[in-house]
């Protein structure tokens, strides 16, 4: 909706230049704490990646106006993007990486410790 609300027309590539950051941004939002609830659960109370990997998906075959019969994984490569859950992945590692050069005595530190521990 955004997106369509700049009328950036059918430009592809400002589109998918737009694309991280104000589609992935907003649909990965805070995804270093909710991530690995959501990556391999079926659970309605905890929601489901495979919801959020379907708007993405249309989201750039709408972009690439490409038919719904091309795979997705040709979708992503013709887009140079990941699918959700590679992405999410990306963020919560990056997030873990920052935490490990924190000093050890901050509480995101202590507790990263104690869970992989």
Same mark, same amino acid.
């Given at each position: ?6 009328? /950036?027309?059918? #430009? ?7 694309? +991280?950051?104000?589609?992935? =941004?907003?649909? &990965? %939002? ?24 379907? /708007?993405?998906? #249309? ?7 490409? +038919?719904?019969?091309?795979? =997705?994984?040709? &979708? %992503? ?41």
């Amino acid at each position: 909706q955004k997106l369509s609300r700049l009328d /950036v027309g059918h #430009n592809i590539a400002v589109t998918m230049e737009l694309y +991280p950051h104000m589609v992935e =941004s907003a649909m &990965l %939002y805070g995804c270093e704490v909710w991530g690995m609830l959501c990556m391999n659960t079926k659970d309605p109370t905890v929601g489901n990646v495979d919801d959020v990997e379907r /708007v993405h998906r #249309n989201f750039v075959r709408y972009t690439l106006k490409q +038919p719904r019969q091309t795979p =997705s994984w040709l &979708l %992503y490569r013709e887009a140079g993007v990941y699918p959700v859950q590679l992405a999410c992945l990306r963020n919560m590692l990056k997030f873990l990486d920052r935490v490990r050069g924190l000093p050890q005595q901050e509480y995101v530190s202590i507790a990263m410790r104690q869970c992989v521990c």
